[in-house]
């Protein structure tokens, strides 16, 4: 006869436990582009309506090309968290596994896309 608690059987058999680490993550991150995006725009704005050599000037410096980087990496990965978080919300069996992986892949694949033009023109 083994003399088990209610809740040493309960362990393990529930939620994965990530819960609390992801809702963690989402708000660092949602702080951290609070901080930068205000930034980035004054950035952006004053770049836009430039010459293409003003904007290549602008995003040349380290200040714009590393704040422009930090902002697509930082918020990639938030926007990949939040609709994985959506999509295993509302959508069930494999298709949750699909649409995890190509929100996934489509967020890279942004963020990589926007740090490529920005070394171009950093360089």
């Known amino acids: 006869m083994r003399y088990i608690t209610d809740r040493k059987r309960a362990v393990g058999k529930g939620a994965s436990g990530t819960g609390t680490a992801h809702h963690w993550a989402m708000q660092v991150s949602a702080v951290a582009?609070?901080?930068?995006?205000?930034?980035w725009l004054y950035v952006f704005g004053s770049a836009l309506?430039?010459?293409?050599?003003e904007v290549l000037a602008?995003?040349?410096r380290p200040l714009p090309a590393?704040?422009?980087?930090?902002?697509?990496?930082?918020?990639m990965k938030h926007?990949?968290?939040?609709a994985q978080m959506m999509i295993e919300?509302?959508?069930?069996?494999?298709?949750?596994?699909?649409a995890v992986i190509l929100?996934?892949?489509?967020?890279?694949?942004?963020?990589?896309?926007g740090l490529f033009a920005l070394v171009r023109m950093a360089l």
Do not use: E, H, N
Not at 33 to 39: F, S
Not at 79 to 82: I, K, L, Q, R, T
Not at 92 to 98: C, D, L, P, T
Not at 103 to 113: D, G, H, K, Q, R
């Open 58 to 60: 602008t995003f040349g």
């Open 89 to 98: 919300d509302y959508v069930q069996g494999s298709a949750r596994k699909v």
């Open 103 to 113: 929100v996934t892949c489509l967020a890279w694949a942004i963020a990589a896309t």
């Open 79 to 82: 926007f990949a968290s939040g």
């Open 49 to 53: 309506g430039g010459t293409q050599a």
């Open 66 to 75: 590393i704040l422009t980087a930090l902002v697509l990496v930082v918020g």
């Open 33 to 39: 582009l609070a901080l930068m995006i205000p930034a």
